[in-house]
């Protein structure tokens, strides 16, 4: 189920009352901290770091066969880079879909929180892409990019960089920036809806990526992309005049 970016105001109803009811919760331990200490009160909660996602779903699937109501978190949308996708998964190899009663619950993912923030930068059409290599071969990332960058579309990059992971950024504006021009609005939000949220907007050619970090996202605009004032706007179409 769905955290969304972190202010319990934007946890969807359907998500909050999943959480009161659930008798277990498991998660990321960074994505508990999302929630407010007083609907964990009581609960059997299964924290595991970030390397151990398999683990945690299988553990979640060892609670619901006991008969718990178990809830398996995910920030943003659980659905979007996040856990529903591994607990089907785990289900259809252990013969258990259709045994086990799962619902995946949806929230609102950090895209549209980061662009609500930033102002509307996905008026059109738009690519998301995870620089994150530790799951898909940098090839395939490379490409996605590459292929983005050259069809105009407006670029959302998650997971833009972590410690150890810090050339990929680089590499992908370098990419779009054979496609744009340096003066095309990038908007970069960091906790988006939570606390230190931090948004800035600039330009493909002078992006500071020393301000990206794993907790940010980037929104990289079209050729049509716009800043006005404080905010980055993407023109719903091509010929309307406003
Ligand atoms: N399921 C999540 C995505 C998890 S992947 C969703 O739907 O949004 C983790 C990446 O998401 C981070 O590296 C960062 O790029 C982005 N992210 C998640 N929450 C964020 C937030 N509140 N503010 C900015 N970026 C966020």
Redesign the pocket.
């Known amino acids: 189920m ?1 955290l969304g ?2 202010d319990p105001d934007y946890l969807a109803p359907r998500a909050k009352g999943v959480l009161k009811d659930a008798s277990v919760i498991v998660g990321y331990r960074t994505y508990m901290q999302l929630i407010e200490p007083a609907v964990l009160e009581g609960k059997e909660t299964i924290e595991t770091g970030m390397t151990d996602e398999i683990q945690r779903c299988q553990l979640a699937i060892e609670k619901a066969l006991e008969g718990k109501d178990t809830a398996v978190v ?5 659905g ?3 856990m529903a996708g591994l607990v089907l998964q785990l289900l259809e190899e252990r013969k258990l879909l259709g045994e086990v009663n799962v619902e995946v619950i949806p ?1 609102i ?3 549209s ?2 662009a609500a923030l930033l102002g509307a930068p996905l008026m059109h059409d738009f690519a998301v892409i ?1 620089l994150s290599d530790l799951l898909t071969p940098w090839e395939v990332i490379q490409s996605r990019v590459e292929a983005a960058a050259k069809a105009d579309f407006v670029i959302v ?4 960089k972590s410690k150890k992971r810090t050339w990929q950024l680089d590499r992908a504006i370098e990419m779009i920036s054979e496609h744009r021009s340096g003066e095309t609005p990038v908007g970069l ?6 606390e230190a949220q931090a948004v800035r907007i600039t330009t493909l050619s002078h992006l500071d990526k020393s301000e990206v970090d ?4 980037l929104l990289v605009g079209n050729s049509q992309t716009q800043i006005m004032g404080e905010k980055m706007v993407t023109p719903r179409g091509y010929n309307i005049k406003v």
């Open positions: 769905s970016p972190g995910s920030s943003g949308d659980a979007i880079y996040g929230g993912p950090a895209l929180a980061a995870s990059l998650y997971n833009p939000v960091r906790n988006a809806m939570r794993m907790l940010t996202i």
